[in-house]
């Protein structure tokens, strides 16, 4: 990827809410908004209705990107997974992030704030087996975190780091499964 620091790239979600909004306010480092927004969001939503934005934009997902094709797989969930394995759609994401690290940026500011607005479904409200609310805490503050330090990788133009960052994401997102998949 070539140098260059990308800026206000969820400004096409100014205007909006919900977790939009939410994915607007991490950009513009108003942590404290962002937390609150994603707490509004997702105030009557199942961790079901959260995590459908994730998926294939023909399956009701956000996709990557603000026009249906620029990432293939055109969902945040797999392009994530295809980031992380070595094949050959690997490299046309890496690709395709190097043409536009804006619109892959933009989807893992969302990434944020979809993991900030889990943290408030934890299925089950003290430990049960191996479900542990403090994990279901751990896992969403993970995701969070490790999409914003993804952002700064692919602003950076450090594709290396961002196969590591979306291989962490995928870890993240499935130890928590693993443990509380059962409960959807």
Same mark, same amino acid.
């Given at each position: 990827?070539?140098?260059?620091?990308?800026? $206000?790239? %969820?400004?096409?979600?100014? *205007?909006? +809410?919900?977790?939009?909004? @939410?994915?607007? /306010?991490?950009?513009?480092?108003?942590?404290?908004?962002?937390?609150?927004?994603?707490?509004?969001?997702?105030?009557?939503?199942?961790?079901?209705?959260?995590?459908?934005?994730?998926?294939?934009?023909?399956?009701?997902?956000?996709?990557?990107?603000?026009?249906?094709?620029?990432?293939?797989?055109?969902?945040? $969930?797999? %392009?994530?997974?295809?980031? *992380?394995? +070595?094949?050959?759609?690997? @490299?046309?994401? /890496?690709?395709?992030?190097?043409?536009?690290?804006?619109?892959?940026?933009?989807?893992?500011?969302?990434?944020?704030?979809?993991?900030?607005?889990?943290?408030?479904?934890?299925?089950?409200?003290?430990?049960?087996?191996?479900?542990?609310?403090?994990?279901?805490?751990?896992?969403?503050?993970?995701?969070?975190?490790?999409?914003?330090?993804?952002?700064?990788?692919?602003?950076?133009?450090?594709?290396?780091?961002?196969?590591?960052?979306?291989?962490?994401?995928?870890?993240?997102?499935?130890?928590?499964?693993?443990?509380?998949?059962?409960?959807?």
């Amino acid at each position: 990827m070539t140098a260059g620091i990308l800026t $206000d790239v %969820t400004a096409p979600f100014a *205007d909006k +809410s919900g977790i939009f909004k @939410a994915a607007r /306010l991490f950009e513009v480092g108003d942590f404290v908004g962002a937390k609150w927004e994603a707490a509004q969001f997702a105030k009557g939503k199942s961790v079901e209705d959260l995590a459908a934005h994730f998926r294939l934009r023909t399956r009701g997902g956000v996709g990557v990107g603000l026009k249906p094709g620029v990432f293939q797989p055109d969902g945040i $969930d797999g %392009t994530l997974a295809y980031l *992380d394995r +070595s094949s050959p759609l690997r @490299a046309k994401l /890496l690709a395709a992030a190097e043409a536009h690290p804006e619109e892959l940026a933009r989807a893992m500011y969302l990434t944020a704030a979809i993991g900030e607005a889990h943290r408030h479904h934890c299925p089950v409200k003290e430990k049960k087996g191996t479900q542990d609310p403090k994990d279901w805490e751990r896992w969403s503050v993970a995701l969070r975190d490790t999409a914003l330090e993804m952002t700064r990788a692919i602003q950076s133009r450090e594709p290396s780091n961002v196969r590591d960052l979306a291989a962490k994401v995928n870890r993240v997102c499935t130890d928590c499964h693993n443990v509380f998949r059962s409960c959807n």
